[in-house]
């Protein structure tokens, strides 16, 4: 599995941007998926994952604001971010995981894919 992150750009605080991570492969639908951000000068952290069933799940600092969801007939897995705040600046990266959540780290992972650059100005 090959997985291409797109979508980043720059916004200002308060707008939206939407993530796509294309995943090549005939057994996406088996992988639990992730967004991962790592912020200038601080740690990767997961900030959306989602099963191969819908389940999902959030870091604090987004729920209320992010919403990942998957379309497992296109192999695609999607973040949309409202209300983008500064701190959201990050590269993004998507990641695929079998039998857990992905970690915030290529290795915790399966898969790993590019990263995208969101940045959100204030």
């Known amino acids: 599995v090959q997985l291409q992150a797109s979508g980043g750009g720059t916004v200002q605080a308060g707008g939206s941007l939407s993530l796509s991570c294309a995943a090549s492969g005939r057994t996406f639908n088996i992988y639990l998926m992730g967004w991962v951000r790592q912020a200038p000068g601080k740690q990767r952290e997961l900030v959306a994952a989602?099963?191969?069933?819908?389940?999902?799940k959030y870091v604090d600092s987004v729920k209320g604001r992010f919403t990942i969801s998957r379309d497992n007939t296109k192999n695609t897995v999607y973040l949309q971010m409202n209300s983008l705040k500064p701190e959201d600046t990050a590269v993004y990266y998507c990641a695929a995981k079998r039998f857990a959540w992905p970690g915030s780290n290529p290795d915790d992972n399966d898969y790993w894919g590019q990263g995208t650059l969101v940045t959100v100005s204030s």
């Open positions: 989602i099963s191969s069933g819908g389940t999902t």
